[in-house]
């Protein structure tokens, strides 16, 4: 886990760079915040929360995929729960201290999108649960061929 990283608007550091400008005409004003704001939409009031079809969820900012719907479950707290990301270099971890406790912020690790927090509360296998942004991932249904 990095301690100390720069909000993603200002961190040179991600493979996909945009500008403000850039950002702002892609993203909607609730994605914007949450994604390049570290803002948190309203718990029950994101697209996903309650969405359980087959498929994948990719981040809204860069398109990586970053979670599989086999790892969603509800976890009754009113946003995505994922017990792992789709594999350990699609994610970063980062100490968040904000709101007067500590936490995991979790980002996508191409273009450090805020996604949310993880927590050592989910279920087996992991015992993780990554607590998603609906305004931070966009779903792709699974296509049968």
Sequence with gaps: MSTAKPHPHDDPSYAVQKT?????????????????HAATERAFSG???DEFKPGQYDCVGC????????TKFDAGCGW???S???????????RDASHGMVRVEV????CG???GHVFNDGPTPTGERFCINSASINFKPETKT
């Design 20 to 36: 403000d400008a850039e950002w702002r005409a892609e993203l909607d004003a609730m994605q914007y915040q949450v994604a390049r």
């Design 47 to 49: 697209r996903y929360w």
């Design 63 to 70: 398109g990586t995929p970053l979670f599989a719907s086999d």
């Design 80 to 82: 995505p729960s994922y």
């Design 84 to 94: 792992q990301p789709i594999n350990s270099t699609v994610v970063e971890r980062v």
């Design 107 to 110: 980002r996508c690790k191409q």
């Design 113 to 115: 999108s805020h996604l």
